[in-house]
């Protein structure tokens, strides 16, 4: 593994991020999601998220090593929370090849900052319940858990997290 950059995702590289984000998705749903809505899955399916992100001005950003997209990341204005300070954090999401390294923290860390940097003062996200990995990695960058929900989607009904962190942070990610 080289440094990873992370920076703004360009309009040609969407496919690309695409790509990455439902490689990535399907790997940190396995086990926790419906298999075949998982395989159901094609590599495009992020495309329309990512350009309607980028039309709205929310920020995605990619974790890049050497040419390669290995994680990408979507938060932009919550609309349900109606607060004009308040983030929510869309997508966070690395190759499973890149999770364990400083590379999820990096990419969070750039994340809080281009947050904090377009007025947020806080931010939530939403998580499955039974995503404890996922739960942890909140918890250690400073979100605690609001309430839990029940959500009916593509057939499935899935326990989540709403998850809330208060205080906004600037913060320099260290090179992984």
């Known amino acids: 593994m080289k440094t990873i950059i992370y920076r703004q995702l360009q309009k040609t590289e969407l496919a690309e991020a695409s790509r990455q984000l439902t490689a990535s998705y399907c790997a940190a749903?396995?086990?926790l999601m419906d298999e075949a809505?998982?395989?159901s899955l094609q590599e495009d399916h992020w495309v329309e998220v990512l350009e309607a992100s980028a039309e709205r001005g929310d920020i995605c950003l990619v974790a890049?090593?050497?040419d390669t997209i290995v994680g990408a990341a979507v938060c932009?204005?919550?609309e349900e929370r109606g607060e004009q300070d308040c983030a929510e954090l869309y997508a966070i999401y690395l190759l499973p090849e890149y999770t364990g390294h400083g590379a999820g923290h990096?990419?969070?860390c750039e994340v809080e900052d281009r947050m904090r940097l377009q007025g947020f003062r806080m931010c939530v996200l939403e998580v499955l319940s039974t995503n404890v990995r996922?739960?942890?990695f909140y918890e250690a960058h400073g979100f605690e858990k609001i309430c839990s929900f029940m959500v009916e989607e593509n057939g499935m009904n899935?326990?989540?997290d709403l998850m809330q962190k208060a205080q906004l942070q600037l913060i320099s990610p260290k090179s992984v």
């Open 76 to 78: 932009g204005r919550s």
């Open 29 to 31: 749903y396995r086990g």
């Open 64 to 66: 890049v090593d050497g």
């Open 37 to 39: 809505y998982l395989t």
């Open 106 to 108: 990096g990419l969070y």
């Open 134 to 136: 996922a739960i942890r």
């Open 158 to 160: 899935l326990s989540c």
